[in-house]
């Protein structure tokens, strides 16, 4: 690769190679670490756009056909009454969003939802809870509901707030692949976003499901008011986890009238192209998803987060609370960039670290 595609705004060409030289090779490689530090990541984002973008597509096709997109399928199977205060949700019991609560999903309509899903092309099916935690007594509907979706062969990814270890092995053994746990945003910023948990209670969970051996599925949420380097440090933290997330998918905020951030500034389009590269970049084997706030994005703005290593989106009318593209929409997307769906699972990746 020429050289001179790569070079950053804080290189030092008197001084030779340097560890940023370093880190940037190993990007450029495609090679994971997890040794990241926020002035090597913050090295990478704030290159020229056209050489980040050749960067994190180069590294993209290292791993995964750039022509193919996973679809993932999300109901919300116990939608809002929320106790946590998550600044951002119209789930949660603090807010007065119009949201009306529900109870947990009975199996039965969660399958034949699923059915439906797997006839429209999904291969997994994610399920959202909002809790903070599940509660025992709900332990063994939950179990239910993974038996019954594995059954019907998609797989299965579940979102239910906080786990205890021995929660994270029960859903295990019923047959659970996947864990959405979102840290949102850096630690630095997130007391500024929810006071009713901490960071370290988030990275506690995703150490439970890591080590019950369920897949993580863990990113965050841009347009919450973070500065460039509060999305850095985020994504400094997933991808120095002892095993980077098998996917991480990045949200858009959709502000929410009645949330406190029902006046948040969005994020500009390019911001959000550069920051979907770097997550490429850190975590080259896993897969980066567009979720939230896809909705909101042109064609030409999707095409530029393809380009920049997402590779994975959720499809359906609707995410847990917010809107997403109807279907027919996102297969005119396909068409017109010759996109088809994925049906490769992160687990089966080669490098996987
Ligand atoms: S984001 Fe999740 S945990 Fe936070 S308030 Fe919403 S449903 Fe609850």
């Known amino acids: 690769m020429n050289q ?57 096709r290292r791993t995964f056909n750039p022509n193919e997109v996973q679809m993932s399928t999300l109901l919300s199977i116990k939608t809002g009454g929320c106790q946590e205060d998550c600044n951002y949700c119209s789930q949660s019991s603090k807010f007065d969003t119009g949201l009306n609560a529900t109870k947990l999903m009975d199996t039965e309509a969660i399958t034949t939802a699923a059915r439906r899903a797997k006839q429209t092309g999904a291969s997994r099916y994610c399920m959202g809870a909002a809790w903070r935690s599940p509660k025992e007594r709900d332990m063994d509907a939950l179990c239910a509901i993974i038996e019954g979706v594995k059954d019907i062969g998609l797989e299965t990814c579940m979102t239910l707030g906080m786990l205890t270890e021995e929660q994270a092995v029960r859903l295990k053994k019923a047959g659970l692949d996947y864990y959405n746990h979102n840290i949102d945003t850096s630690e630095e910023f997130y007391s500024e976003i929810i006071t009713t948990r901490t960071f370290k209670d988030r990275l506690e969970t995703l150490q439970y499901v890591r080590e019950a051996g369920i897949n993580v599925c863990s ?13 850095i440090s985020m994504l400094v933290t997933l991808a120095n986890l002892p095993q980077h997330p098998e996917s991480v998918p990045i949200n858009r905020l959709v502000p929410i009238a009645g949330t406190q951030l029902q006046d948040a500034p969005p994020v500009s389009d390019l911001d959000f ?37 997402a590779n994975s989106i959720f499809v359906g009318e609707r995410l847990l609370t917010t809107g997403n593209p109807d279907e027919d929409k996102d297969a005119a997307l396909f068409a017109r960039l010759g996109l088809t769906p994925s049906h490769q699972a992160e687990a089966d990746l080669p490098d996987s670290p």
């Open 273 to 309: 192209v550069r920051t979907i590269a770097l997550a490429r970049l850190m975590m080259p084997g896993s897969m980066v998803r567009l979720s939230a706030g896809r909705e909101t994005m042109s064609d030409e703005m999707q095409a530029l987060c393809f380009l920049a290593g």
């Open 4 to 60: 001179h595609t790569l070079k950053t705004p804080h290189h030092n060409e008197a001084s030779g190679p340097d560890l940023t030289d370093a880190f940037r090779a190993s990007a450029a490689q495609g090679a994971p670490r997890h040794d990241w530090t926020l002035p090597h990541a913050r090295a990478l984002i704030e290159l020229p756009f056209m050489d980040l973008m050749f960067m994190a597509q180069s590294v993209h």
């Open 219 to 231: 990113g965050g949420i841009l347009g919450l008011g973070e500065s460039q380097d509060d999305r």
